[in-house]
């Protein structure tokens, strides 16, 4: 099997619902699309995004540099392409060359799954073939009682678990609104929350210990990504789990947090690391530290891998941006009763709806009239 033909698609979709957190304001989710054909007629969906920035600069680099040295290769041969397209693609660093890299894993494993006629999940070790998910809610300028409703929402679709934004200027409203959340909720539903690294590592330690008693499963990125020991510090002076990883892009950062003790819940992004080939390696690496893995985003395909591995913990459907809630694909992926089952198709089983993404093509001419602003 060869690969004869590969092109790359850019679409900017609003989230259904307004997107702010405590750093950032999301106009638009950008989703790069690759297809790759091969000579045996079989064609490979490849999926990377981006929040709002940066799209278009994926797209060129894939279809300015990796394009031309996929033509002729045989997929099946997977590692040996994530190895010569990461060894060139980093050389102009780490964020835009990893999320190029995973439309073209992504890909990938789609036509390995085709040419197999099995599933993604089962490719990948078929550890499960469901997994609970949360309901994760962009939430973090509702005023109290709008994120109540939104809160009795998720319970009453099945939801066990949910997550809300906190990061608030003063510590005592996040501790308000969590508490009210708790007692909305009732007891048997776990409340997650993520501060999108609004804190300073001193802020961090003085909120964080406010925050301790108030049993959440976990708080997510506290401060700022880069501070591996503050994390550590952090996690040694308290008792509820700290979670990390949306936004790194190696596993030899994910290896550094693990080597200090710095995280208790791995939340590789599929798209953000390189593609699956890398997040395997990373599921791995946690699972020999003993941590679970609860993956960033990407809800149908991050269904895939969780179900795949034997450390898979919680899938996240974000609220307003899956691609099933944005009417994006031919067959949705659902979460019933709180739990979500992968697509039993060859693949990964994410077939885009083609008239309606379409309306959402962009180029760089037309990106470049937008206000595509990010932060607050």
Known sequence: MKIIHVESFLYRVPPSMTWI?????????????????????????????????????????????VISSLIGKDPIRYEEIWQDLSGQLHRCGDGIPSLALAAVDVGIWDLLGKFYQQPLYKLLGG????????????????DLPTLLAFMQEHKDQGYSYVKMKIGKDDVAEDIERISRVKEVLGPGITVLADSNQKWSAHQAVSSMAKLDRLGLGWI?????????????RLKAGMTTPIAVGESLYSKYQFLAYLKQGAVDFVQADVARVGGI???????????????????????ELSVHLLCGVSNGYI??????????????????????????????????????????????????????????????
Not at 35 to 50: K, M, N, Q, V
Not at 127 to 142: H, K, L, N, T
């Open 21 to 65: 957190d405590s750093t950032h304001v999301v106009s638009g989710i950008e989703f790069i699309e690759l297809r790759i054909r091969t000579d045996t007629g079989l064609e490979g969906i490849g999926i990377s995004y981006t929040v709002g920035v940066g799209g278009t600069a994926v797209k060129a680099l894939i279809d300015d540099y």
């Open 127 to 142: 550890a499960r073939e469901q997994i609970v998910a949360y309901a994760s809610g962009i939430d973090f300028e509702m």
């Open 220 to 232: 997510e990125e506290p401060i700022d990504n880069n501070d591996i020991e503050g994390h550590a």
């Open 277 to 299: 080939t890398e997040w395997l390696k990373i599921a791995h690496l946690a699972d020999a530290w003993h941590k679970p893995v609860a993956p960033h985003f990407l809800m």
């Open 315 to 376: 899938l996240e459907n974000v609220k307003g941006g899956s691609l099933t809630e944005l009417g994006l694909l031919e067959v949705p992926v659902l979460v019933k009763d709180g739990y979500c089952r992968p697509s039993e198709e060859p693949g990964h089983g994410i077939r885009l709806n083609r008239a309606e993404i379409g309306k959402y093509l962009v180029t760089p001419e037309a990106i470049r009239q937008m206000d595509v602003r990010s932060k607050k």
